[in-house]
């Protein structure tokens, strides 16, 4: 069974500082998607950036971007010139693709990233 | 509204209350989900629906009994709940197919004292 591991309950950064969130998952599939959810105090559930297992390329969205290691099934989440914005829990989530109709998402149980003033 | 919208936000019952959830997506979805949200837990898939139909159910109680009339809307009706079931409610939909992405409502937080 696949699972997700996020080893950091908590974090903290300063602004504008820089940040690396963990993640580690364990699956003996080739091909699937992992992804970085944002949970702010609303609630509401965004996803900040996905990477392909296929793709060697680490993705990049803007100030977030990803270390992907699919040899020692790391994939953390490193988030530059940090923004009061960003304080949030941060979920990293994995998803099988297998070409089915369901679409099942696996998650780690969070990091709840503080940012100082 | 746009997105995926949950209501109510915030609910309280009793164990023997019976109430219901409801969930609303405007994204043209075939696809909704329920998840439970608790502390310190990884988020828990609770049921999936394809095109109406439920395609998952990952071992809930029968107290929680979803329901899906249409593409669009997704309910679940709780009764005789338990503390334990106290938690954030997540409802989220995508389109159909293990490609795609999944968009999250709000939720709802739910206490049961």
């Known amino acids: 069974a696949q699972t997700v591991t996020q080893s950091q309950p908590e974090m903290s950064v300063q602004e504008a500082e820089t940040v690396t969130l963990s993640c580690t998952y364990d699956?003996?599939?080739?091909?699937?998607?992992l992804f970085w959810y944002k949970q702010p105090p609303s609630r509401q559930m965004i996803l900040v950036i996905r990477?392909?297992?296929?793709?060697?390329q680490n993705a990049t969205e803007n100030r977030f971007s990803v270390n992907f290691q699919k040899a020692a099934k790391s994939f953390s989440l490193k988030i530059s010139d940090s923004q009061l914005g960003d304080a949030a829990m941060y979920f990293c989530?994995?998803?099988?693709?297998?070409?089915?109709?369901?679409?099942?998402?696996?998650f780690g149980t969070g990091t709840l990233l503080a940012v100082q003033p | 509204e746009t997105g995926v919208t949950q209501t109510p936000r915030h609910l309280v019952m009793g164990m023997t209350n019976k109430k219901s959830l409801k969930c609303e997506q405007h994204l043209g979805h075939n696809a909704m989900y329920w998840y439970k949200q608790s502390a310190k837990k990884p988020l828990e898939l609770m049921f999936v629906y394809n095109f109406k139909e439920q395609t998952e159910n990952n071992s809930v109680p029968s107290r929680f009994s979803p329901e899906c009339p249409n593409s669009s809307h997704l309910f679940l009706h709780l009764h005789t709940l338990q503390p334990e079931d106290s938690a954030l409610y997540l409802c989220?939909?995508?389109?159909?197919?293990?490609?795609?992405?999944?968009?999250f409502g709000p939720g709802t937080r739910l206490t049961v004292t």
């Open positions: 989530a994995y998803r099988l693709n297998y070409g089915g109709a369901t679409n099942k998402l696996i």
């Open positions: 699956t003996s599939e080739s091909d699937y998607y």
């Open positions: 990477q392909e297992a296929y793709k060697q």
């Open positions: 989220a939909s995508s389109p159909q197919g293990s490609r795609y992405e999944q968009y």
